[in-house]
């Protein structure tokens, strides 16, 4: 399957809006809505450059950021982005909110939806939380990451970071290289790459290739050198302690030693190729730190790009969706 | 449907207009364009093209995106987006005179999303307004500094403007009925 992935500025685009209320995902998304958010993204990089980085689009609209599992990166991200395009947000971090005191999830949204948000932005550590908000709340639910569903903005701006710099997603070989079983990242970016026509190849320990995951149209190996063999892109996965029960591997030094990325492994890739990881990274474990900040990486691109992605995403769901307005 | 302007007269429209910028502004130093999209950036270019020919100067050129600065966003409750489209401006407009450039001057609802826009790039020393068609029917308090065709037209009839660049032709066309 395969889309058009770069759009000429007075090309109209396949669909011109999104037809949903809700992001939750990205196995829902057509590849023409994909194409749709990276290129209105594209118009929202460039208002980060002005001098004066705000745009009036969401002016008077409540967006509340709703994170119950600690977060740096997207956070931040989703905060700058609904500032710059003059959204009021509100952020409600887990250890200062009732839920301390045992309020469930539908009762927090319950009530802050009492309050009159437009759009509420989710992180939980379990996944579907998402989907339950999206079936009882009124407002627009961003799946800001669910347990080890989906995290679908991260895809979107690791797609978006691909495509700036290699202008398509068809027709790469992407490797995803980590901790496979416990990874939102991983399912979304499986969804969305597989969605554009990308090559994807999947690595890591035996032990946390989920099962069947070929189902998905990617190819899993335990072998390293092969995943990476002149792959135009690859992306490092976090190894998540916090979320394994047991015992995966050995050891992480055995880890680095087998599945580490080094610029050795990094030879097999094309010359050309894109180091990515979501972040937060564990140096010397899943990545080593000459590859992290060698000429390759375009780590802290993502980061940058995330604000814009989100944006697009933002603005594109303020709309409500499209059977609405017919309404 | 009647065709008001054919390909000549808007090339030679653009090219009287593109006198009247460097007599007003005697010459054309300071001065940039400004394109609102998307054919007042293909006709801000045509300008650029005119006024090289007539001076030997290069005027900066840039393209505008006016969407996010809408005053009819988010003003329904549901609805679809209009589509936003990259902002291309290269050059600071900080103490420049902008020329902003729009193929029909009708509510003047987009020229004033257009200053808007416009201001936070920074402080232009001047913004004149060009505009090839002026249909009439103001709803704010703004004026065309360089008309093309001043074109008096009913409510319900609309100007639709094509550009070789975008629709394979240069016609300016009044409609009866159906959107503007």
Known sequence: MSAPVTTRIDDTPAVTSLRRKDLLGIAELTPEEIALILDTAVAMKEIGSRPIKKVPALRGKTVVNLFF?????????????????????????????????????????????????????????????????????????????????????????????????????????????????????????????????????????????????????VRATSVVDEAVADADVVMLLRIQLERMEGAYFPSLREYFTVFGMTEARLRRARPDVMIMHPGPMNRGVEIASEVADGPYSVILDQVANGVAVRMAVLYLLAGGAEHEAAA | MAVVMDADRIARTLTRIAHEIVERNKGVEGLALVGVRTRGVHLARRLARSLREITGDEVPTGALDITLYRDDLMRHAVGPQPLVRSTEIAFSIDNRKILLVDDVLYTGRTTRAALDALIDFGRPLAIQLVVLVDRGHRELPIKADYVGKNLPTAAEESVQVCLQETDGRDEVILQQGGAA
């Open chain 1, 69 to 217: 599992e600690p977060s740096t990166r997207t956070r931040t991200s989703f905060e700058i982005a609904e500032k710059r395009l003059s959204a009021d947000t509100l952020n409600i971090a887990i250890a200062t909110s009732s839920v301390v005191k045992g309020e469930t999830l539908a009762d927090t949204a319950l009530n802050l939806e009492a309050m009159q948000p437009d759009m509420i932005v989710l992180r939980h550590a379990s996944s579907g939380a998402c989907h339950l908000l999206s079936r009882i709340c009124r407002s627009a639910i961003i799946n800001a990451g669910d347990g080890m569903h989906e995290h679908p903005t991260q895809a979107l701006l690791d797609a978006f970071t691909i495509r700036e710099r290699k202008q398509r997603l068809a027709g790469l070989k992407v490797a995803i290289v980590g901790d496979l079983l416990h990874s939102r990242v991983l399912r979304s970016n499986i969804h969305l790459l597989t969605k554009m026509g990308a090559d994807v190849w999947v690595c890591g320990p035996p032990t946390l290739i989920p099962a069947g995951i070929g189902r998905f149209g």
